[in-house]
């Protein structure tokens, strides 16, 4: 069976003009920005239609960009096998606004949300294992959002002795220097 872009554009154009925000195609890939309300039945219907069947979740990931109002960016890449062809649809939110998780719809979904929170702090409601998964529990903050700091004055280390986890203060080897990199071998001035 021979699947296009087109048609699936046209397929969506009747069947879900209210979902979608903007259809792009870009390389020979499809691309959908989806409003934050209308994931779920927007994925259901890639799923489940007979025309789509995206019936694999291949990646769940988000993106930060500090400077827009609609700061994060969740970006869903589906996979159908039977028309071999690939689709990424994204959602833009904010900070505070939460969003609908696709665990029920693609159960592959259960760990990438669970990264997308611990890095980034996006919620998803309705998530049925909502915590950390790579940072420590007693850690503070999201460490992929662009406004995390870099630079701090504690390390978290194991410590033979005590055989636990402790907290201690950054002990440098040198002090912070200047590095000029100028080529020995040029005449600079």
Not at 79 to 84: K, P, R, V
Not at 107 to 113: F, L, N, Q, T
Request: glycine content about 4%; charged content about 25%.
């Amino acid at each position: 069976m021979n699947f296009s872009h087109e048609y699936l554009s046209r397929i969506l154009i009747l069947m879900a003009p209210k979902w979608l925000k903007r259809v792009q195609l870009e390389n020979e890939e499809m691309i959908l920005t989806v409003l934050p309300g209308n994931i779920i039945p927007c994925l259901t219907f890639f799923k489940k239609h007979t025309n789509t069947q995206y019936k694999l979740l291949v990646d769940l990931c988000g993106l930060d960009f500090p400077n827009k109002t609609q700061r994060f960016e969740i970006v869903y890449n589906l996979l159908s096998i039977f028309f071999n062809s690939r689709i990424t649809v994204k959602v833009s939110i904010d900070e505070t606004t939460p969003i609908d998780s696709c665990f029920q719809i693609y159960s592959s979904a259960s760990w990438c949300e669970r990264e997308v929170w611990d890095m980034f702090g996006v919620f998803f409601t309705n998530h049925p294992d909502l915590r950390r998964i790579l940072t420590d529990y007693g850690f503070e903050g999201h460490p992929l959002r662009k406004d995390f700091p870099l630079t701090g004055y504690k390390e978290i280390c194991y410590d033979d002795s005590e055989k636990r986890i402790i907290n201690k203060q950054i002990q440098m080897t040198q002090e912070f220097r200047m590095f000029k990199f100028l080529s020995p071998w040029q005449n600079n001035k």
